[in-house]
């Protein structure tokens, strides 16, 4: 389905909304190979597509992914393909990324999950071979994660069984993290950047846990201070928000 043809019917704000979303999903591709996440076409990122609602009904309904089987160097804004929640192709000339079926599942079960990525990441994908979770015993661990980060069900590729994996795992968990057991890591965050973020550090806690592991047993962090740690990154650590004194 050529971009001329597949959202002919939409109004100009959310084309307009699709242009953005489609350039910053492009972006962040480029941010899985820059920190080894990822190896040849493998790996994705989606962002769901948020307009203004007086847009008109359902035009919430879509995401931007990458198309399958293409190479980073390839990768433009006009490559990216634009899907429903269905997972359906709206807007694009390649297929969707064989991961489709899963992002979409998560957006439709998840509202307020605005961006989910997924890579072959070495560390994290070897503690998922083992269905391990990564035991939270770093504060970083405790800041971003709010705990261990959650090992999810086998499921095969090509329908929504990753997806509801991932949805039923992370129900309820603080982590935006999940090792897809046999697989690999998937996260979600409030938008594309966020689950990049998590997706780096996902596989450097994998990292520095399996190192640690290495020179003896690790020691876990109390509940009642992964819990404090949690609050304080979440809610205190960063800039503050300023006026626009200009």
Not at 81 to 87: A, F, I, N, P, Q
Not at 99 to 126: E, I, K, L, N
């Amino acid at each position: 389905m050529s971009s001329e043809a597949g959202m002919t019917t939409y109004p100009r704000q959310v084309l307009e909304q699709v242009a953005r979303t489609r350039e910053a999903v492009a972006q962040l591709h480029a941010e899985l190979p820059r920190w080894g996440l990822v190896v040849w076409t493998a790996g994705n990122v989606s962002q769901r597509v948020l307009v203004d609602p007086a847009s008109g009904p359902g035009v919430d309904d879509l995401f931007v992914i990458k198309p399958s089987g293409v190479t980073y160097d390839e990768l433009t804004p006009e490559s990216m393909v634009v899907c429903d929640l269905d997972g359906a192709l709206v807007d694009g000339d390649r297929a969707p990324s064989s991961d489709t079926a899963a992002h979409a599942y998560v957006y439709r079960h998840m509202p307020t999950v605005g961006g989910v990525v997924h890579t072959h990441s070495t560390y994290a994908t070897a503690w998922a071979a083992r269905a391990e979770p990564i035991p939270c015993v770093l504060t970083m661990m405790a800041d971003e994660f709010g705990g261990d980060v959650p090992v999810g069900p086998f499921a095969l590729i090509g329908d929504d069984s990753i997806g509801r994996g991932i949805v039923e795992t992370l129900r309820g968990s603080r982590s935006p993290a999940v090792l897809m057991r046999n697989h690999g890591p998937f996260t979600i965050g409030r938008d594309a950047r966020a689950a990049v973020k998590a997706a780096v550090m996902v596989e450097e806690v994998a990292r520095t846990v399996h190192v640690a592991r290495q020179l003896g047993p690790t020691a876990p962090i109390a509940p009642a201070d992964i819990d404090s740690l949690y609050a304080r990154y979440q809610h205190v650590y960063g800039q503050a928000p300023t006026e626009d004194r200009s």
